[in-house]
């Protein structure tokens, strides 16, 4: 029997079509990345019974990166960016190990289905699936086609089974439109980034940014917030008055009439025209007329304005508005929900989808009504040639999806019931009154035939922040200080940078690659020459930006505390706390990059002895990592096997009290390339912590002293341990104060801390196939023909290691 492999975008909806195709007659189990399932059930596939193998990717498998030394900032001149610089494809998220899990599932399989999200990135992902997949899957005898591609709007039983029955092939020019814009959106915001943070970020203080990003589609989205920013500022309030009336009619009811002049700027004049009519006792009726009027039904909703309502009604920001109703798509409630038109298909069932609501609690009434009397055709919108506009797909309940995704759910559905309701229909009623010699109006509306109402109640959410603007109440973006500055400074220089006009054009070029009109390595090179010559611009004019930002920053100088001492004048150096946090020299005029998102103090006035800088003490916390640094060697590797923004728990010399050398144990249990290293400012609760990942281990409680020893375990190779307790809270046996052995193999140090601290459960103490067994502290390996050690569950099951 054949097998066919069908590859979905994401879990939940590998799960959903699976369902649906067999009929809920499925197995399933987990991948072995521990992220992805895998269900199968049996079939037919061109006419010959199957076995079909369901499952998915997490996204994007592949990214673009340069290769090498180009992500190396300090390395490379920005400009070589644009041409020079090689990139590669490589894994989007290597801990999921998604290309071999596909060779996994797909080795032996003889035809794939692929069931990606019907736009250009989903096509984008069929192309990297096939990538992965093809090379393992059983040759096609006589040109048999082998490879599939389902294209599909909705999870609806309907919309998957004519999928299956309707299957094409995946459009390789939209996946190289993709390829192009990935790599343009690298080179160009990649140069215009690293030299905009470098010379900025070396010149000021208080930026509080850690990086100064440019982007094709940023930087414009930036340009309308600060431009709405300046017309507001630069509105001057003008006072104005106004005259309102009240009338009060026979059946005790009152009026209030508005003035036909609607307002004066000048208050004598204001004041003359109240004199000449407050003293008048009645208004009199100059005329009425009546007028009918329409509102008309609303388009069919597309992504951009179910975004938009989401966040001016809803109070939920664009990506958790699309995260939501992404959910929702996944779960089969709506359609898909990316899609820039805004008409419905010829062929579209718009009556079975008002049907799905017939019954519901909150609209059953109007959609029976409309259902009996006959829908209205929807309004005619712009046919993208996507995806159908959003619509909902089934009948959901508050209690069914509570919270955000009921409210974007209702919103959906009552803007779908709008499109196909009549207009609404209503009388305009004007009177026309004469008070004194002015005239004053008063309008009111009956409504004759309603449409139904999509608006929703207002929740806002005042809690987003972003780098360069704020998120004010009402989702009001206001730019900060920087964002303004940047904007401002781009204007000055070109402004093309910041209109959206140069990215309109780039995306209709990417848009005829997707039609095949256009070739991919014609348009790439030719926009990459464009914004190549912008750049070098950008830097020669680059002084024009900078006397703005003069104006609103302090320079490196000015910011900051003194903590440690540099080790080439001996004078203090300042510690810059604003991100990204860093020492700044002003008598060298250097400045020295620190680890971010901790802590930084003195480290006890202790010099390093390479350079004689003071060092410091980054800690994550009490319940963290800490570890010593040398703010020289952190920037200025001594070492060859040593890499910029090492500490010193990864430093390689010789013979430092505060290396890698004087206090690494072993290697860590759970990453593949770091060490336990013991921290010797932890005491008296003692932490031994890896130099790579989050892994921190807590032992020897209250003991007074632990020092790693040069002798190493006769076992696992790691470094001993000599341990001093005080005398009055020592556990050893006997009165003793003093034990050296190793952590992982040692019984008395394995009861100790198991009296101390209960095993921890989590999975890296399972020890499973394929990790490193040594233990050897920095990179010591078991020597040839040396049996392997236990595995790490036998020589942790003593320790209280958790993840920060």
Known sequence: MKTVLMVAEKPSLAQSIAKILSRGSLSSHKGLNGACSVHEYTGTFAGQPVRFKMTSVCGHVMTLDFLGKYNKWDKVD??????????EKKEANPKLNMVKFLQVEGRGCDYIVLWLDCDKEGENICFEVLDAVLPVMNKAHGGEKTVFRARFSSITDTDICNAMACLGEPDHNEALSVDARQELDLRIGCAFTRFQTKYFQGKYGDLDSSLISFGPCQTPTLGFCVERHDKIQSFKPETYWVLQAKVNTDKDRSLLLDWDRVRVFDREIAQMFLNMTKLEKEAQVEATSRKEKAKQRPLALNTVEMLRVASSSLGMGPQHAMQT????????YISYPRTETTHYPENFDLKGSLRQQANHPYWADTVKQ????????????????DHPPITPMKSATEAELGGDAWRLYEYITRHFIATVSHDCKYLQSTISFRIGPELFTCSGKTVLSPGTDASIPVHINNICQRNYV????????KPTNLGIVLVHGYYKIDAELVLPTIRSAVEKQLNLIAQGKADYRQVLGHTLDVFKRKFHYFVDSIAGMDELMEVSFSPLAATGKPLSRCGKCHRFMKYIQAKPSRLHCSHCDETYTLPQNGTIKLYKELRCPLDDFELVLWSSGSRGKSYPLCPYCYNHPPFRDMKKGMGCNECTHPSCQHSLSMLGIGQCVECESGVLVLDPTSGPKWKVACNKCNVVAHCFE????????????????????DVDFNKAKSPLPGDETQHMGCVFCDPVFQELVELKHAASCHPMHRGGPGRRQGRGRGRARRPPGKPNPRRPKDKMSALAAYFV
């Open 325 to 332: 109703a992404e959910r929702l798509y996944t779960q089969g």
């Open 470 to 477: 704020t998120v004010e109440s009402g989702r009001r973006l």
């Open 370 to 385: 409309l259902l009996a009397e006959g829908i209205n055709r929807p309004r005619k919108g712009h046919d993208a040639g």
């Open 78 to 87: 920005p400009a070589e960016l644009f041409s020079q610089a090689p990139t």
């Open 702 to 721: 209250n003991a007074h002293r632990v020092r790693v020893s040069a002798d190493t375990c006769s076992v696992c190779e790691a470094a001993l341990l």
